[in-house]
């Protein structure tokens, strides 16, 4: 599960979760897009249906990457750990693992029930520059990649202050915030 705001999803999202699939036991990635994470308030968050369009927009062709709205129909903000729950329930023959960037580690012990969620799930870190706190857990794996400092931080002002993004998402994301003039 890789859980995000995706406000706009990027290539390093897309490569975070090809590297994951494929170094680890995952057999597939499901992007979680969450109406709104319990530590941020951004001014610029997109509606969820656009963030999601603009997810499923860069998944399309990818047979073991799957977008959800599962967050849509819960109550906000977004609490991963009830996230988990319900979908566990949901697919009772699945298991589920976390996929995070390192920088999700720093404010980790925060998280609802994160015990619970390191016990009965357990979490994939993808390093990110300047933002890898250790944490020793035995249900918590690093995978060893390439850092990339890319973020949708960047993007949004790159948009923003009229600048290419071109090769930071994939073009059909590009085209559908161009032809919407979002973050503008
Ligand atoms: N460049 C990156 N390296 C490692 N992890 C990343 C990177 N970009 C995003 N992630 C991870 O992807 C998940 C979803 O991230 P999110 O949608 O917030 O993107 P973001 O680029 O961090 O956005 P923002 O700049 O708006 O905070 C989080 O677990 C985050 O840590
Ligand atoms: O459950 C929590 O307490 C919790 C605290 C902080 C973040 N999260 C989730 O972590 C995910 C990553 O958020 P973001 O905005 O960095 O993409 C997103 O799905 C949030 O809802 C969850």
Request: proline share 7%; glycine share 4%.
């Amino acid at each position: 599960m890789f859980f995000g705001s995706f406000n706009p999803i990027h290539i390093g999202h897309l490569i975070i979760a090809n590297i994951m699939q494929d170094q680890t036991d995952l057999d597939e990635v499901w992007f979680v897009v969450s109406p709104q994470n319990p530590f941020k308030k951004q001014q610029s968050l997109l509606h969820e249906f656009d963030r999601l369009r603009m997810v499923e927009l860069a998944i399309a062709d990818h047979f073991h990457f799957r977008a959800t709205d599962v967050e849509f129909h819960m109550p906000r903000p977004s609490y991963t750990i009830d996230t988990l729950t319900l979908l566990s329930e949901k697919f009772p023959n699945h298991t589920f693992k976390l996929i995070v960037g390192g920088d999700n580690l720093t404010h980790f012990h925060k998280w609802k029930n994160h015990e619970v969620i390191l016990a009965e799930y357990g979490l994939y870190v993808y390093p990110r520059p300047g933002e890898n706190p250790s944490f020793d857990h035995p249900n918590v794996h690093f995978v060893e990649a390439p850092l990339m400092d890319i973020s949708a931080t960047f993007i949004r002002n790159a948009v923003k202050t009229g600048h290419s993004v071109k090769y930071l998402l994939p073009d059909a994301v590009e085209g559908y915030i161009m032809d919407r003039k979002l973050f503008v």
